[in-house]
């Protein structure tokens, strides 16, 4: 009996050092890669006469896993290679950055415990991240009472409206998402939509203001449902789409069912214009979506046009070199999500430049008068009372032709 | 309510419950020969699929399904052999809280082979946007396909378990595994044989539902819940009336987001797993006083 017992307890030991190995996955990554990489570089310090300032500790929290895991990913990515990179240049104002990446799994309550950890135990100067709208909610009055800088990768507005003096965004927002799709819907004679969305935070913000701004526009949302994030066939909620006769479908999601949206319409012969929010910006979508996903409408940042943008663009060469270095460094395509992590730790390190501190309190003001600083979301002007920065021109409306991402124009 | 719109819910209640059978077909096999709930059934959908995923790469689709059934079959015995067969004396209890432990640890396992993105075989016949026009409503043909093979197993299994002497021997040691002993059964291979079943079923299942539902490393869990409702539902252990109670909940499903809020539909499952373990523990289809004989 013993003997058995002894054998289930090994059985349930094997087990969960193999999840436990699971979980870190993403963390000793960074770890392990940056000593091994950075090696030659720290033999010959180049040019830096004065003394090697402290660090500045930057926490990260990421959905590296999970339902959001296209959004985390390459967030965690970027950060690793922008941190890399500014720290080989010498740091900020010659602080080195720390940065610790901490996978949420897209789950609130871990959101919560990873931001106290950071905020209590690492005593971080900042929070990149959470990569979802839920989790930055969550985190938003904890951080705000820590006072620690919290620079979320997520969309929702709610997350700097109200605005808690701590608490910035750098995706742009999503009511100009939506003013975007009403504009180009009003440009294509459509007043009669219906809105699917995701039953998490990014969803929910989304729909409410698809419906909020609606009347604006002279559009009538004609029905508005809801599903669960990890839902694997829409057919039913697009039937009821189709029962209202609406002259466009609108989806609001960052989970895969952004491409099942597309592929379900066609199965049921729902032929409409599909829009999508700004959630759709990575290819890998619609490579999942296949043939179904030709002729999707969306608001995106350009990072996925930067090159077909003209040469005198602000953007065009920070988003060229943004693009190649991740598509060289990782052989993978650049999504703007990433991008939303390099803005967040450009944002930061300006601040720094500008405020000359490391206070949290004067990195925080700071950021508040950061004007025209080029991202890869858009051109960031801060103030009191925008901790966005971003106006609707941020946005580009993009189409999907031949399985490729293309500009949207009027036809 | 025109009558294309309803037999448009009618088609999407059938997709959904095709899949929903698929699953339950696989928790039936091995509940009938050890008494004991899979709970790692989802996760070999995903690893089937997966795998097909990766080999398609190389090999033409039919094989490549074919050979990531085989693997997975083999996987799935393997399981048996070195996780449940040196416990098995153990309640029964203890041996579904090892396959809990064994779904979790087959999730993270494929997280780091295979990442976390989803990934998809493409349709077998057809394209995303082929369908097949019925009554003025739309079915993709790739739903056929998954209505198609799970006729197809569901009729195997028949007859497998009626009229073949494996089959049988499997039936006898569910029935009673020391009578089946004496009569010169090797009662270890059975359970392990219908951990292999069940495991090429699930792997199966998880190739013809990847077109149409995607397939990433934490899908297996969610999709096991559903098939564990609808095995209660339809009386664990019969496959037939699985299908069936499939398709039933399905089409609930799909009906009851025709008439509420399409959040509600979450919820219809869980009512109804609760509603039959309340009312009729044995299932819809069987009869009481043979559910009660099992019991005992």
Redesign the interface.
Known sequence: MEMRFVRILGVFVVGLALIGSGCKRSAPTPAEKAPAEKAPTTQLPAAKPQAEAAPIKVGAIFAITGPASFLGAPEQKTAEMFVEQINQAGGVNGHKITLLIKDSGAKPETAISLAKQLIDEEKVLAIIGPSTSGESMAIKDICQEGKTILLSCAAAETIVDPIAGYVFKTPQKDSDAARRIYETMKEKGITKVGVVSSSDGFGVAGAKQLAGLAPEYGITVAISETYDKAETDLTGVLTKLKGQDVQAVINWSIVPAQSLVAKNMKQIGLNVPLFQSHGFGNIKYVQAGGEAANGTIFPCGRLLIAEVLPGTHPQKQLLLKYKQDYESRYKEDASTFGGHAYDALLVLAEAVKKAGSVESEKVRAAIETLQGVVGTGGVFNFSEKDHNGLTKDAFEMLTVENGKFALYTKK | ??FP?IV??G???I??GS?YAIVAVGFNIIYSTTGIINFAQGEFLIIGAMMAISLYQVVPLWLAIALAVIVTTILGGLMEVV?IR??R??SVL?LIV?TI??S??IR??M??IW????R?L??FTG???S?I?VFG????LQ?LWVLGVSAVIVAGLTVFFRFTLLGRAMRACADDRMAACLCGINDRWMVTLSFMLSAGIGALAGCV?SP???T?Y??GA??AIKGFTVAILGGLGNSMAAVVAGLLLGLL??FV??QF???Y??AVAIVVLLLVLVFRPTGLFVRREIGALRAA
């Open positions: 309510m025109n719109l448009q819910y088609l999407s209640g997709t959904v899949i996780f040196p416990v004396n153990a203890r090892i432990g064994l979790i640890l993270e396992a997280l780091h990442d976390e993105q989803p998809y493409p349709y394209t995303e946007s369908t026009a409503a739309y079915i993709s739903v539902i149409v539902t995607l990433q934490d899908m969610p999709l499903e799909a987001v025709s809020a399409a959040a539909k979450e």
